[in-house]
């Protein structure tokens, strides 16, 4: 292990430079709390988080010719993980469930960057806001962090679903995931659950804690609003760099290689001062592994101004001193802390949304930063006409919302002389059971403990008289009857793929409130006890 005392890190002899700055067209929508990933190409995507008035977007948006283009998604996804994977697809879950950063959630969604469209998969093993995950090599998805509520290492395998794998030896919020092997990961972070600090425990997704001295004294820095991405600060196999901090403000570099802990050796000291205020080297490092340099943003809380050090981490891989950049960017129009980061194919990095205010007035400025004479995107003239493009759009977008809601409204109102609950006014059932059984099968829904009516008829903006009309017209059932026959169908999709599962876990997964209440609907329905169905597999 590295000399701690022995390296550069802090100090004020570094001079700032200015950076190439690129503004591309802003997003169609402000957003924070959002995600970045890219797709195909090099594409970059940004998904879901919170608008305006802190309000949660169920959108994402993807650059491609000069412009933003948004989608749907199937949930919002705000501070929630996101994971590139293997197959080149992505795949986010949780975040937070209501406006105001209130609840969690369990949703999980991959995205296809080919098509631009989003595929349900297995929900979380708890509802989860603020977590993390990462992908081993074999495919299994790992995952951990919560807020304001417990903590545990979920793991979902290849074509299963998340489960609880490990108890954490600490539980954290937007924690680091680090794979150190193929089949195994170090967890820790920052803060706790509840925003306390964290006490610099380390667990294994193997089993048990990790001692890690170096961590008693450096902490990893707290991540910004998109979280923890395990490929963004990934330099090798098992092998990867993040901020640390002391408490007296000074700022290293952490590496980390198969599970060991040290200090990067720099050649210039860390600055931890800004124009007005002491600077805030927060969230994770960004690196580009083809040049083999990283990236880390800071910012000064005061003057509003944003930093950035560019890391030559490669000579110190090479048994030198790694050369430091030190550049100052603003303050940049329209964004003060920015929400979402990539490192683009060409060299440059890309940010998109944040923080203009508060969490109440989030950014939807996108800004490319050019280092080493990288060219821009976008002449000024095309820059103009996207901007001037995205204006009236937005413009065209707000008339056609009032418009709609004023006929909405006036078809609403109900017709003189006739009851509400007249089936003339009622939503047609084909429509409203094919947005019910979309609930059941890309959303899982019945696998939330004690659902109700009335949490159904909340997800479809209906009311539990229409819902349950229609449930039992197009099917023929009762509501419970409808929701345990998805949920013994679910059990037997688990039954089949581990028959040696505990059939506590597997009533619990399905969503059913207690074993017997499993055991009883799944004998009504299959004319058989769980053991019984499984003996005849």
């Known amino acids: 292990m590295l000399s701690v005392s022995a390296l550069p890190v802090a100090g004020e002899g570094l001079p700032a430079r200015e950076i190439a700055v690129e503004r591309l067209p802003d997003l169609n929508r402000p957003r924070s709390g959002c995600v970045m990933a890219l797709g195909t190409g090099g594409e970059p995507v940004v998904f879901g988080g919170h608008t305006t008035g802190f309000v949660l977007t169920q959108t994402a948006e993807y650059f491609a010719d000069g412009a933003w283009h948004e989608i749907d998604m199937l949930y919002p996804h705000d501070f929630a993980c996101c994971v590139s994977l293997r197959s080149g697809n992505v795949l986010l879950g949780g975040g937070v469930s209501e406006a105001f950063g209130v609840g969690r959630s369990w949703g999980v969604e991959e995205y296809d960057p080919e098509l631009h469209s989003f595929t349900a998969r297995p929900i979380l093993d708890i509802r989860r806001a603020l977590c993390s995950a990462a992908e081993l090599e074999d495919g299994t998805l790992v995952v951990s962090g919560n807020w304001y509520a417990d903590d545990a290492i979920g793991v979902c395998p290849p074509g299963g679903v998340f489960d609880h794998a490990a108890d954490v030896a600490e539980p954290l919020s937007h924690p680091f995931i680090l794979q150190t092997g193929p089949s195994d990961a170090l967890i820790f972070g920052s803060f706790g659950t509840y925003g306390d600090p964290s006490r610099g425990l380390v667990s294994r997704l193997s089993g048990g804690a990790v001692d890690v001295p170096l961590l008693r004294e450096w902490k990893p820095a707290q991540t910004l609003d998109d979280g923890f991405s395990e490929a963004a600060c990934r330099i090798g196999e098992y092998t990867y760099l993040l901020v640390g901090t002391r408490p007296d403000g000074a700022c290293a570099v952490i590496l980390v290689r198969e599970g060991s802990f040290s200090l990067l050796p720099l050649s210039a000291e860390i600055p931890v001062t800004g124009e007005k205020d002491r600077l805030v080297w927060a969230g994770q490092v960004y690196a580009d592994s083809?040049?083999?340099?990283?990236?880390?943003?800071?910012?000064?809380?005061?003057?509003k101004a944003l930093y950035l050090l560019r890391v030559g981490y490669g000579d110190a891989l090479d048994g030198g001193a790694a050369p430091v950049t030190f550049y100052r960017l603003g303050p940049l129009e329209g964004v003060h802390v920015p929400a979402a980061h990539a490192v683009l194919p060409d060299g440059s990095l890309l940010f998109a949304g944040g923080m203009s205010d508060d969490n109440y007035n989030p950014a939807a400025a996108v800004y490319r930063l050019l280092p080493d004479g990288q060219e821009p995107w976008m002449s000024a003239e095309e820059n103009h006409h996207a901007w001037l493009l995205g204006l009236l759009c937005g413009i065209l977008t707000g008339v056609v919302a009032i418009l709609a809601g004023f006929f909405i409204r006036r078809r609403s109102r109900p017709v003189p002389g006739r009851a509400a609950e007249d089936p003339e006014v009622r939503p047609a059932d084909d429509a409203l059971m094919v947005r019910i059984t979309a609930l059941m099968e890309e959303r899982q829904l019945f696998r939330r403990p004690g659902l109700t009516l009335q949490d159904v008829a909340r997800e479809l903006g209906s009311n539990t008289r229409y819902v349950s009309t229609c449930i039992?017209?197009?099917?023929?059932?009762?509501?419970?009857?409808?929701?345990?026959?998805?949920?013994?169908?679910?059990a037997q999709r688990l039954l089949k793929s581990n028959p040696g599962r505990?059939?506590?876990?597997v009533a619990e997964e399905s969503g059913f409130s207690s074993e017997s209440s499993f055991f009883r609907n799944f004998k009504a329905l299959t004319g058989k006890t769980p053991n019984q169905w499984l003996m005849e597999r």
């Open 290 to 303: 083809r040049t083999r340099q990283a990236w880390l943003f800071g910012y000064d809380r005061t003057s």
């Open 472 to 490: 039992n017209d197009e099917t023929g059932k009762s509501f419970p009857d409808y929701i345990n026959s998805y949920r013994v169908k679910f």
């Open 502 to 505: 505990p059939l506590s876990g």
